[in-house]
């Protein structure tokens, strides 16, 4: 893996989401209960969605806006792994992609933090915003739609 | 009718006696003790009797309110009866839990000098004042159409529709999964909120119009929906939302980690808190945690207390925030429930013998304003704080069971597990199947659970009527 160009990067990223992508469609595929697995294809087109937006930043036809701090709600930070199964409940899926965006957001900031070189860390630390903000997506619709009594 | 511009305004709600809390949190029997005749009339009369009244379009099975509030003031018991029963088959059961402050008497027109007429309470009167009577009056019932109706869930919805569909002439048989009709209002609420021979007396006013009860029997195991509908013209599902929902923590698969539906289970179905005089005993606990803020979450407290536990409540936002009740949530705080706000559960940890022993917590703090202006608890680092306990009770909600989703091809099922229903008629995306109630919205209270059966019934009646 070569990360020593924003171009590398971000090339790295669109794998990253469509490797993302990938991860939620063959669960889908597995789910017993078809309203589960039409939760993980959607989340699926997410990652879809991210992906296209790295590929016009790319491509030049997009700005990524380093955003103010995102707020971490830490949700999914003291969950349980979700063991995956074919069962899962819609619940379990928003702790599966928590705990996903959580993990990306881990793997750029711990690449921003091994170069010194100021614009490609700009660019990963940019990168690692991005999945944060995708993590606090799922904190809040878990939030609302399950931690209503709590 | 009273003239409001004649009328010195009366703004007093009559207060209704309750047992005092260091009497009644050591026994399960009601807390709050009902109005007497005269003060139901004192409180009926402050109602000025609007002409354009706003609590009956607050009430989800959209009683007459004014006119058996009028009837009372009169002293005309049994026409206030009528009147009310005209629209709600469980008013003693509503006039107990029914969230009428969010309702009829958030819309009073006193509610803003803090005067509302007290609604439930006089529900509640009519209805124990009718219970005392040596025959209850039976309501008018059409000449039968030769329909049948199958309702699944003995709970209130299933027996809102019950209680419309007889009277309209249909055959009606209502399938229970437990030995018992009533759903969460005789597994679910305690005894000190909603004694049971309550909900026994409404039920059996049911079997008196002539509905069927089948009890023990569980539609998807011991028969489906299809095979059902080879029975019957139509089905309708009202089988709640029995599928509790944990905190997915470490630790939850301790000895002593409880779903709220479990304890109370225990207690109220089963009577355990009667043991031995009942056969299903319930384990005493030295420390009690529930995990949750709402109505479920004060009734496992409450009832811990009750059965001789040091009882705290762990909730992630502040008392602002809580979902119960408030007169649930100061009869907890009077009773000596402990409160611990802003605390967010970690993990449990366990003894070397696999029972709970202590819950790990994180304090909070309220965030920034989100767009919807709300402040969301965010954790404060290095806040964690550990609870000796012997019992955790988890009441943060509950999801519909996958059961007859899982049995009833074609039933279109939403993400949180819930039958997707019409609003307004209950109608699913199977023909000849209604849902209506908790397996529809998601945990919500047993007056939204009737509206929708009501709701259903009319529909259901509709499609029955043009066959």
Redesign the interface.
């Known amino acids: 893996m070569n990360l020593n160009s924003v171009s590398q990067i971000l090339d790295f990223a669109i794998e990253k989401e469509e490797e993302a992508a990938q991860f939620y469609r063959d669960l889908a595929a597995k789910m017993g209960q078809q309203h589960v697995g039409e939760v993980f294809e959607s989340f699926a087109r997410e990652e879809l969605e991210h992906k296209a937006k790295l590929i016009a930043v790319r491509q030049g036809n997009m700005t990524l806006i380093d955003s103010q701090r995102i707020t971490d709600l830490k949700i999914g930070d003291h969950l349980v792994e979700i063991v995956l199964s074919p069962d899962l409940e819609y619940k379990q899926a928003l702790i599966v992609a928590m705990k996903a965006e959580k993990a990306a957001f881990q793997l750029y900031q711990g690449l921003a933090s091994s170069t010194d070189d100021a614009n490609l860390k700009g660019i990963l630390l940019t990168l690692a915003k991005e999945e944060a903000r995708h993590k606090l997506r799922f904190e809040i619709e878990y939030e609302e739609n399950f931690l209503r009594e709590n | 009718m009273s003239d409001p511009e004649k009328k010195t305004l009366d703004l007093r709600r009559r207060e209704m006696p309750k047992q005092p809390p260091e009497v009644r949190r050591y026994n399960f029997n009601e807390v709050a003790l009902g109005y007497s005749a005269e003060s139901a009339v004192e409180e009926a009369k402050r109602c000025i009797q609007c002409k354009k009244p706003l609590c009956i379009p607050n009430c989800p099975v959209e009683i007459n309110i004014p006119a058996f509030i009028k009837s009372i003031a009169e002293r005309d018991f049994i026409g206030a009866v009528r009147i009310l029963k005209d629209k709600n088959c469980l008013p003693a059961v509503c006039g107990r839990v029914c969230p009428q402050e969010e309702q009829c008497e958030k819309t009073c027109v006193f509610h803003k000098k803090g005067g509302q007429i007290a609604i439930g309470r006089l529900e509640r009167f009519l209805a124990d004042w009718e219970a005392q009577q040596r025959e209850l009056e039976m309501p008018e019932i059409l000449p039968s159409s030769g329909r049948k109706v199958a309702i699944v869930g003995g709970g209130p919805a299933g027996l809102t529709v019950a209680g419309d569909l007889i009277k309209l002439g249909h055959k009606v048989t209502v399938f229970e999964a437990l030995h018992r009709m009533g759903g969460v209002l005789i597994y679910g609420i305690p005894e000190f909120r909603l004694p049971k021979v309550i909900v026994t007396r409404e039920v059996e006013y049911l079997r008196k119009l002539g509905v069927e009860l089948v009890t023990d029997f569980v539609v998807g195991k011991t028969r489906s929906i299809d095979s059902i509908l080879e029975e019957f013209d139509a089905v309708f599902v009202g089988s709640g939302a029995g599928l509790p ?1 944990f ?4 630790g ?1 698969n301790l000895n002593g980690v409880y779903s709220a539906n479990e304890y109370l289970t225990r207690l109220n179905l089963m009577k355990g808190f009667l043991f031995p005089k009942y056969h299903t005993p319930v384990k005493s606990h030295r420390r009690v945690a529930v ?4 109505n ?2 004060m009734d496992c407290a409450r009832s811990a207390l009750r059965l001789g536990a040091e009882s705290r409540i762990i ?3 502040s008392r602002e925030e809580l ?1 119960a009740r408030l007169e649930e949530v100061e009869n907890a705080e009077e009773e000596g429930v402990i409160f611990d706000f802003l605390t ?1 559960p ?2 449990y940890i366990g003894d070397e013998n696999g029972w709970v022993k202590a819950i790990e917590c ?1 304090k909070m703090e309220l ?2 304003p ?1 767009a919807s202006g709300r402040r ?4 404060i680092e290095g806040s964690e704080v550990i609870y000796p306990l012997d019992a955790v009770v988890c ?3 509950n ?1 519909p069971n ?1 059961l007859i ?2 049995t009833t091809p074609g039933l279109k ?5 819930n039958i997707e229903a019409d609003e307004k008629t209950g109608a699913t995306s199977r023909e000849k199947v209604w849902a209506g109630g908790d397996v529809v919205t998601g945990a919500a209270t047993v007056i939204l659970a009737m509206g929708a059966g009501r709701f259903a019934a009319r529909s259901i009646h509709e499609y029955l009527s043009s066959l």
């Open positions: 929902w905190m997915e923590i470490p939850e995990v949750g803020g709402g479920v979450a909730y992630r936002r979902p967010l970690l993990r994180q965030g920034e989100d969301k608890p965010i954790p009441a943060i909600g999801s996958p989703g899982a099922i939403g993400k949180k597990g």
